[in-house]
């Protein structure tokens, strides 16, 4: 008796419940895959961002807001400032390899909006700033020659916000100056797509800073002790030390805890699949009792309708499972520009990152799943007696 040929042409039988049965096990399997592959896409993001950062440490002076979207939050308040010359100290650590000073303004701007807007500026070295954001690609023009020249370099969002192209002028609300705009920056994904880049110097002087500073990036040799680094660092007086290890490590404990809640949801979607194959299985053992028993009756052992039986629900499994899979790849960009919409600050590349290891233990994880919700009709089918299936059909 062939096995396959028969569970073949019985799921034939019923075609259209077949089909729904096949396309909710599809879904399902598009649904696992989708989410396995963000979850490692998205992962992937943040370690590549953060590593694209191009400092391993930030120094800050104790207390200071430093991040945009918190200079937002307090409405341009807030900034501590830490003396210029710890350049100069922390470069003396042989651990350090470059370093790149910073300095954040914000300037609320009453035009901006229904209720007025904040703006970043944020003053940084020409010459060391470029070297550290290597992600940073422009749309227009290029960074400004000197340190104390009036020019500005837009993020993307900034350039559409403020509509201004390379060559256009710029002034900063409260101020009379006229600025140059040299470069427009290309769409990242971080928060330098808001921001407005200026020469360190320019924002000293125009924001009467200077000697101040906010923010000094690091970057260290290879092979040296962070944790030994890290302390010299913390014994500077009136300064905060954030370590991008550390940021790193309590980001992904964050995407881990997220994990679970991914695998959870695809965990459901496979068993409302798999209660679609039992019910979709059973019914056609119930439908073909008699048939079942003729078979018997003919000599088929009960292990021989056991494989029948089971043979059709891993055909189902395997034909939806893989139709679901080819499904995620179609349509992992659209899924991509979906999650883009409602994250905008998602990470850089691509965020649905499927590949073989993540296709094949999808596929596994669906048909192993198909097959064990299989297990009890084909246990019923195979304990079909003869003699009562056919005394069944004639009553």
Do not use: H
């Not at 921001?195 to 009467?208: E, H, R, S």
């Not at 809640?261 to 073909?288: C, F, K, Q, W």
């Not at 009960?302 to 189902?316: H, K, Y």
Request: net charge neutral.
């Amino acid at each position: 008796m062939n096995v396959y040929s028969i569970a073949y042409k019985n799921l034939l039988r019923k075609k259209v419940r077949t089909t729904l049965t096949a396309g909710g096990i599809m879904l399902s399997a598009w649904v696992l895959a989708t989410l396995l592959g963000f979850n490692r896409g998205y992962q992937q993001g943040l370690n590549r961002d953060i590593d694209n950062m191009g400092f391993q440490v930030l120094l800050t002076a104790k207390g200071c807001p430093y991040e945009a979207a918190t200079l937002m939050l307090k409405g341009g308040t807030g900034l501590r400032y830490m003396p210029e010359d710890v350049v100069k100290t922390v470069y003396a650590n042989a651990e350090v390899d470059k370093i790149t000073p910073m300095l954040m303004q914000g300037v609320f701007d009453p035009d901006k909006g229904e209720n007025g807007a904040v703006a970043a500026y944020l003053g940084v070295d020409a010459e060391t700033f470029p070297g550290m954001k290597t992600y940073l690609e422009f749309k227009q023009g290029g960074w400004f020659s000197r340190n104390d020249s009036y020019e500005v370099v837009m993020g993307f969002e900034a350039a559409e916000l403020e509509q201004r192209e390379a060559g256009d002028k710029l002034l900063i609300p409260g101020m009379d100056e006229e600025l140059t705009v040299v470069g427009v920056l290309k769409r990242s994904g971080t928060q330098d797509d808001g921001t407005i880049f200026l020469p360190i110097n320019t924002v000293q002087k125009l924001f009467k800073k200077k000697g101040q500073l906010t923010g000094l990036g690091i970057r260290v040799k290879k092979d040296i002790d962070m944790a030994a680094f890290e302390n010299k660092l913390y014994e500077l007086p009136d300064v905060q030390v954030v370590s991008m290890a550390q940021v790193k490590t309590t980001i992904m404990n964050l995407v881990n805890s997220a994990r679970v809640i991914v695998l959870g949801i695809a965990g459901i979607a496979i068993i409302i699949a798999m209660a679609g194959v039992v019910n979709t299985i059973l019914m056609s053992v119930m439908e073909r009792y008699a048939e079942i028993g003729i078979i018997k009756s003919m000599g088929a052992m009960p292990l021989d309708i056991f494989r029948m039986i089971w043979m059709e629900t891993a055909i189902l499994c395997g034909l939806g499972g893989a139709a679901g899979i080819g499904l995620a790849f179609v349509t992992a960009r659209l899924a991509e520009a979906a999650v883009r919409y409602f994250l905008p600050y998602a990470p850089n590349g691509a965020l649905i990152a499927l590949d073989a290891r993540i296709s094949g233990f999808a596929f596994a994880l669906i048909v192993v799943g198909g097959l064990l919700s299989g297990i009890y009709p084909a246990w019923r089918a195979a304990r079909v007696r003869p003699l009562d299936a056919i005394r069944s059909e004639g009553e």
